[in-house]
């Protein structure tokens, strides 16, 4: 009996490192463009179409359960000719997994993951697709001090930091956690069968397309933090205005000029001066 007491046990320890807790990591995920995120409007499976947003960037999904999608749009320079930079968009979604040391591994579903290269000067795209796991040696989840919001930073296989993330939308925004674009070899996870992953595409179909979110108009508001450059300026701007209006009003405010005994004196004629023209009921002084 206590031998199957510690069987039990040693069953249990060895899958711990794939039980850990990782509801801290729910929700969609987006790097501070806020231009690129998960779900309908990033990848339409229906009619194998990429929507390219307005900025480039990345986005992370999880849910409690353990599946993930990601989003990327990323710019590539061409020294040969700057003003034509290329495109990629990427996109992908599988399972994940959160180990007892910290670390994140992520499968996809390999027949799901689409790219595409574009480039918009030579009118060229490929359009492929696209399957690659990722691990992430750490991770951290916490409140951004400058934006008061929360922040996902993610640490690649080889300890470098990924653009931080900040949660856009609690419940993640995603397509639905399953094979999209199922193969005659291709299952969901490797276990469902191809004919429920089809129905699943047919259902998606027959709704005319994906359908807005219904949290579309939730996410996390952006906190722009007080910036002392533009109160600065402000002041300088309300300073600028206001000199003129108290000059002006001092003079509107300010008593009639009286002429002073020193402006009476020098009106006066100098005695020295001799007068000469004077003539008979003439009033006309004229002074040499």
């Avoid at 990345?58 to 495109?87: K, L, M, V």
């Avoid at 993640?172 to 996870?189: D, E, F, V, W, Y």
């Amino acid at each position: 009996m206590s031998l199957s007491l510690r069987s039990f046990l040693l069953t249990g320890l060895a899958l711990l490192p794939f039980t850990v807790a990782q509801s801290d990591l729910v929700g969609t995920w987006s790097t501070k463009s806020r231009s690129v995120f998960t779900g309908p409007g990033f990848y339409d499976p229906v009619n194998e179409k990429m929507l390219e947003p307005s900025l480039p960037g990345i986005a992370y999904s999880f849910t409690a359960d353990g599946h993930y999608e990601e989003a990327y749009y990323r710019a590539i320079s061409n020294p040969q000719n700057p003003a034509c930079p290329q495109g990629i968009i990427q996109w992908q979604h599988g399972t994940f997994q959160k180990l007892s040391n910290g670390s994140l591994t992520l499968s996809p579903f390999g027949v799901d993951g689409r790219q595409l290269e574009s480039t918009p000067c030579l009118s060229q795209s490929i359009y492929t697709r696209y399957n690659q796991s990722e691990l992430f040696t750490r991770y951290s989840v916490y409140t951004d001090p400058y934006h008061n919001i929360p922040r996902l930073d993610l640490f690649q296989f080889n300890g470098a930091p990924m653009a931080p993330m900040y949660l856009a939308y609690n419940p993640p925004q995603m397509l639905p956690t399953q094979t999209l674009n199922p193969t005659a070899s291709a299952t969901s996870a490797g276990k469902a069968s191809s004919t429920s992953t089809a129905n699943a595409k047919r259902s998606l179909e027959d709704l005319g397309g994906f359908q807005e979110p219904l949290n579309k108009n939730v996410m996390m508001p952006y906190k722009e933090p007080y910036n002392a450059d533009k109160i600065w300026w402000y002041g300088i701007g309300l300073l600028g205005l206001g000199s003129p209006a108290l000059e002006l009003n001092a003079r509107l405010n300010s008593p009639p000029h009286q002429a002073s005994k020193l402006d009476i004196q020098s009106s006066e004629p100098d005695p020295g001066e001799t007068l000469q023209g004077l003539k008979e009921g003439d009033c006309e002084l004229e002074y040499m």
